[in-house]
């Protein structure tokens, strides 16, 4: 199976575990993941105001170079998933945006109404080769691992675009967790903000945030929590030094159970 | 040709003094057809209709219109007085020249120029009339009561104490509904199962009340007065004739490990049981998912210690069928499933509770025995956060609604009702309400939440929880203060979640057996919200209680009294007088495409295969609508759908309608 992939900014920088491990293990399950040959930031966060175009362009750029690839878009950081995603429902359903786009694309040649399938990671995972297939490919089980899913914010919402999973109920990750053969940790704060880019504001924010979240995961038990967007490891790893709780990316812990991290 | 008499109403000055009522008389007297004109102060008075009784007489009238108020308000009147003198009634019209004229216009001569054509537009339909004649249809003089909870019970009771038999249909084990598993009822604070329990017991002695207890109805067939139901009696593998309710099965049987549905599961019970002590009918059921005789072959230790006699692991489903005059559906609530409102934590504590369930917790009769002991350590609670409106007034603006978009009407006042019970037995308890708004319209309401506040102390914060997060055997609640604006952060020992209410599973199949229409939100539409809250738009359905939206239990009373004299009325007839102006198809037209079939409301219109001889001498069978007229009510719905012009309306047939708007156009 062979998908288009995003990689996005900070992949290439402070998160390339989040890639490396990303592309191994997506090898490792026989997919194909095709780096866009020019790629640009997705644009960082979603724009709030209607008549923000520019700062949809570079995502719609992405979005039309995997529709002329005929392949589907796959994202690996829960920031650019959630920018791309939304930018993809707009050109959907949104004839403003869409006529002001297109008018900007038009000196490009590009033409772009919605067309490609954005998947998370995760989502590649549970829909495209599903939890059970990736069970058979364990080649060593995270036996005994007691981890909890930190989903951020970013991921799951808005629910009725991300589409997903339920916002406040979440079960893909454990899931994942589970396929692993390790025992998924359920705790409150998983769903909730780590503080984002409030950290270069004030960073008490994150702090608290992080030690909220990072107590109740030890608290109900867990050892490890993983995350898919390079922003909340950001803010939970400087923090958690003395919790007992470590702080991964799912891709990590996949390319370990899979076999293929370096090193092992 | 027809004689039409034509008679114009001043209504006092209602109508007079806008409209020139002898200037429409005279215009009446050009229309063809027309051989008499009549104005008169009062034609509703009974000098008014001496005056129409004469005419027809003296002219030998063959219709009549009279232009005056809203055919709503006296078409009843005059057709009555048409009828006095020999006249077929429904060869009477009304033009209503008041609310849609002489009431909303100022000027004369244009009031009088559309009372004219109002005139002739009757007139001409009234040429068209034919003479109708109402059928009659005999009434099954029994009633069926679908649930029985304390809606079911109130409608039996009232239908049976007026001379009815009654049968009711539970799909539980027993009778009594939620009100057997309440505590304490507001705002009087009385013990529910005092006042439910007697009740029952009234409903299972009474000689005209019939309980079908652990069944289901699986088929309704019929109309009004001659409804056909389908009862589904489920296996119990009990005989309820030999059962004396003794309970010895109950403490021999080993499997305990069936979830309580009576404590809300917050308890075990044996796989045979009698739910609760106060249970009607009292005799056994045994669970086949849990018993182990029926899974795995092997035990039979109920059987064994039953004196009567009264285990049958051999039994099987039963199908009755049963004639009844009317139907209620009773069928009750349910609460919302609230695991998807995770932010609560429901799915990851056992001390996050709905409130049924801290019902059970207080309830003398509940898995800890009255003693108010959280679930997970079976400790105190000092701190207890109430939070209401959970999946209840959600808005939907977003598109994307987890909840229901009404207010469930009874959580304000029996959370309050918890927090003053609590305080009750409990005062050192720290107890928090989060709402909305506090809405406590009702007798003596008020004063009962205002207790909660200024006598017990109870801290009611408008504002919302944004998060519960179990952790250290605590639970941590972030909440907002939306008055101080503040971020609050409580830790609590029990969060108590008021779930929205929704209507019963069973609602929705039910309703489409007896095609009784719903809401968007499952809940049966009443016929008129104001004027006929009990009926059904189906003739002979009628509703008590929460199936027809959110209700506390003196409303629920009150309704299932209401409901209950409805039925009265109609079981009190031998016949029913059908309502004429109903379809019917014209068989040589009707091309058997099903689409009135599809659009009636009321499940009148079947289509059958027959046998038609063809203008060639051959025979032909053709699928062709056959209308039935006592279910149908006339509605036109099918006349405007059928393709080919086969369905036609008695009294307002399409030549009718026509010659109407010609005149109009005139």
């Known amino acids: ?264 | 040709m027809q004689k039409i008499g034509v008679f114009v109403c001043w209504c006092g000055s209602n109508i007079a003094a806008t409209v020139d009522v002898k200037a429409v008389a005279e215009a009446a007297r050009k229309v063809p057809g027309v051989v008499f004109s009549a104005d008169y102060q009062y034609m509703c008075s009974e000098a008014g209709q001496g005056l129409i009784k004469d005419a027809i007489k003296e002219h030998g009238l063959t219709g009549v219109v009279v232009c005056s108020c809203s055919p709503r308000m006296h078409e009843a009147t005059f057709r009555k007085a048409v009828q006095a003198v020999g006249l077929n009634p429904y060869m009477l019209e009304v033009a209503n020249i008041r609310e849609q004229c002489s009431w909303v216009h100022k000027d004369m001569a244009t009031a009088t120029e559309k009372a004219i054509a109002l005139m002739q537009a009757a007139v001409a339909k009234v040429t068209l009339n034919t003479p109708l004649t109402a059928g009659t249809t005999p009434v099954t003089k029994r009633a069926l009561v679908i649930g029985g909870g304390i809606a079911g019970m109130q409608t039996a009771l009232d239908i049976a104490d007026a001379g009815y038999e009654v049968d009711i249909v539970e799909a539980k084990p027993t009778i009594g509904g939620k009100m057997a598993q309440l505590d304490k009822t507001f705002p009087t604070l009385d013990c529910s199962s005092c006042i439910v329990t007697p009740k029952m017991v009234e409903v299972g002695q009474h000689e005209k009340i019939h309980i079908y207890s652990y069944s289901e109805v699986t088929q309704i067939k019929g109309f009004v007065g001659n409804f056909n139901v389908t009862i589904k009696r489920k296996a119990r593998y009990v005989d309820e004739a030999k059962c004396t309710g003794c309970g010895a099965c109950t403490e021999k049987c080993p499997s305990r490990k069936a979830p309580n549905e009576f404590n809300m599961g917050l308890n075990n019970r044996t796989a045979v049981y009698i739910p609760f002590a106060q249970a009607v009918p009292k005799v056994a059921t045994i669970d086949p998912e849990y018993c182990i005789k029926l899974t795995k072959g092997k035990c039979g230790a109920c059987a064994k210690i039953c004196e009567a006699g009264a285990i049958n692991y051999e039994a099987k489903d039963e199908y009755i069928e049963v004639e009844y005059g009317a139907i209620v559906a009773a069928t009750g609530f349910e609460m919302i499933d609230v695991s998807p409102y995770d932010e609560y934590a429901y799915t990851q504590s056992p001390d996050v509770v709905t409130s049924l369930e801290y019902e059970r917790l207080m309830n003398a009769a509940g898995p800890t025995g009255g003693h108010l002991l959280r679930p997970s350590d079976g400790k105190e609670p000092k701190t207890i956060v109430f939070i209401q409106c959970v999946g209840s007034r959600e808005s939907c603006s977003s598109g994307e609604m987890r909840g229901k978009p009404y207010c469930s009407k009874v959580c304000c006042m029996y959370t309050a009702k918890h927090a003053m019970l609590t305080k009750d037995h409990y005062p050192d308890t720290d107890i928090y309400v989060f709402y909305i708004d506090v809405r406590t319209p009702g007798k003596n309401f008020d004063e009962f939440y205002r207790r909660a506040v200024e006598q017990y102390g109870v801290h009611y914060i408008k504002g919302a929880v944004g998060k519960v997060t179990p952790e250290g055997g605590k639970l941590k609640v972030q909440a907002s203060d939306l008055i101080l604006n503040e971020q609050l952060h409580i830790d609590a020992d029990m969060v108590v979640l008021a779930g929205a209410i929704e209507p019963n599973k069973s609602a929705r199949p039910l309703a489409t057996m007896l095609t009784a229409s719903m809401d968007t939100n499952d809940f049966f539409t009443e016929a008129h919200p104001k004027l006929r809250p009990v009926e059904s738009p189906t003739a002979g359905v009628f509703l008590s209680g929460m199936c027809q939206g959110p209700k506390d239990i003196p409303e629920t009373v009150a309704q299932a009294g209401a409901a209950a004299s409805k039925v009265i009325g109609l079981l009190a007839k031998d016949h029913l007088v059908g309502n004429p102006c109903v379809a019917h198809s014209d068989e040589w037209m009707c091309n058997g495409c099903s689409q009135c079939e599809t659009v009636c409301p009321y499940g009148a219109i079947t289509y059958e295969e027959k046998e038609f001889r063809m203008p060639d001498r051959t025979t032909k069978v053709r699928r062709v609508a056959q209308v039935n007229p006592a279910v149908c009510q006339g509605c036109g719905a099918c006349t405007v759908t059928c393709p080919s012009g086969a369905m036609d309306l008695n009294g307002f047939s399409n030549a009718e309608i026509m010659a109407e708007v010609d005149a109009l156009c005139r």
């Not at chain 1, 402070?14 to 020019?38: H, M, T, V």
């Not at chain 1, 995502?59 to 796959?74: H, I, K």
């Not at chain 1, 995961?217 to 003395?242: F, V």
């Open chain 1, 1 to 264: 199976m062979k998908y288009s992939y995003f990689p996005g900014c900070t992949l290439k920088n402070k998160a390339q575990e989040l890639d490396r491990y990303g592309r191994d293990a997506a090898a490792a399950l026989g997919i194909e993941l095709e780096e866009l040959p020019q790629w640009q930031c997705c644009g960082g966060v979603y724009p709030l105001s209607h008549d923000e175009i520019a700062i949809k362009l570079s995502s719609v750029r992405a979005l039309a170079a995997a529709r002329d690839d005929g392949t589907a878009l796959v994202t690996l950081c829960s920031a650019c998933h959630n920018v791309i995603k939304q930018v993809n429902h707009d050109m959907q359903t949104d004839d403003y945006v869409i006529t002001r786009v297109n008018n900007y694309l038009a000196e490009d040649g590009i033409a772009y109404n919605g067309e490609t399938r954005v998947l998370h990671y995760l989502e590649l995972l549970r829909d495209e080769i599903g939890f059970d297939e990736i069970k058979q490919k364990v080649a060593m089980p995270l036996k005994g691992q007691k981890i909890g899913a930190y989903y951020g914010c970013l991921l799951l919402r808005p629910s009725g675009v991300m589409a997903m999973d339920d916002p406040e109920h979440p079960t893909i990750m454990e899931d994942l967790i589970a396929a692993l053969g390790a025992q998924p940790v359920v705790y409150a704060q998983r769903n909730e903000c780590c503080g984002g880019y409030l950290t270069l504001e004030d960073e008490s924010i994150p702090k608290k945030r992080a030690a909220a979240i990072l107590e109740n995961a030890r608290a109900q038990g867990a050892e490890t929590i993983i995350t898919a967007c390079p922003l909340c490891y950001y803010n939970l790893k400087k923090h958690a030094d003395g919790t007992g709780v470590e702080v991964k990316y799912f891709t990590e812990l996949l390319a370990r159970a899979l076999g293929v991290k370096e090193g092992e």
